[in-house]
């Protein structure tokens, strides 16, 4: 069974950095995709970037230059860090794991990031 961890988070200060983590356990295919949606409050789950097996990056354009992503193929780890933080990053983070043969798509249980002075 696929499971995802997610670590980090937090209440951070205007203009600080963080960095969550994710861990994903299970019968995990090599080819897939690993990345980070998030949801603010009174909004829709949008995902924010992702990095494939083979080290391909997506960022939104919205958070390009303060969000960046890297992976650990043999632990099945993710990073995302965060600079520069701003009230409107403050969104509940969700790691997620896409495993394209199987059409399906797993999710950790999400985790707080707020952007407060």
């Known amino acids: 069974q696929v499971q995802l961890v997610e670590s980090g988070g937090g209440l951070v200060q205007p203009g600080g950095s963080l960095r969550i983590s994710c861990e994903a356990t299970?019968?995990?295919?090599?080819?897939?995709?690993m990345g980070w949606y998030r949801q603010a409050p009174g909004k829709q789950r949008d995902l924010v970037i992702y990095?494939?097996?083979?080290?391909?990056?997506n960022v939104t354009n919205s958070v390009k230059g303060r969000y960046s992503i890297s992976r650990d193929n043999a632990e099945n780890t993710i990073d995302l860090q965060i600079n520069n933080l701003k009230p409107e990053d403050t969104a509940v983070y969700y790691c997620y794991l896409y495993v394209p043969t199987w059409r399906s798509t797993y999710w950790g249980q999400g985790t707080q990031v707020t952007v407060s002075s």
């Open positions: 299970g019968p995990i295919p090599e080819i897939n995709h």
């Open positions: 990095i494939t097996n083979d080290g391909t990056i």
